[in-house]
């Protein structure tokens, strides 16, 4: 049986939404695929204007340092007037045993063809007043 995102990863299909989009990174960073990575960055993104190669060379060495056990959507916005739709998560990731996690609200956008990540508010748990899982789109502290 085929993950849910692997029509996403093989390029047979778009993620439907931003919620799909960012579960489907996740996978991405999960099965080492920098490539789908790459394409899933939206072209306002910071990253898109350094070299291809540089950057899916850079994701893949850090996808591969790192696991990924478990991910949990905390809330997902639909588009609104502009565009944007967020998505909030709480990413499990462990680098060398040491726990890496991390919670993140997720700008996306639509570029034509499909959703694309935009950018990122990441929090580490100890620095989060409640415990990641309770923590909504409205109670994220973005500041």
Known sequence: MSAPSAPFHRGEAEAPDAERLMRSRYSAFAQRDAAYLWKTLHPDHPLRARPEADVVRELRA?????????????GHQPPDASGLAR?????????????????????????????????????LPRDLPVPPESLTLDTFPAD
Not at 62 to 73: D, E, N
Not at 96 to 119: A, C, I, M, N, P
């Open 62 to 74: 850090f996808a591969q340092a790192h696991q990924y056990p478990g991910l949990t959507v905390l």
């Open 87 to 123: 998505v909030l998560f709480f990413a499990r990731v462990f680098e060398k045993g040491r726990d890496q996690s991390f919670v993140e609200r997720s700008d996306f956008r639509h570029d034509g063809t499909g959703w694309r990540y935009l950018e990122g508010v990441l929090k």
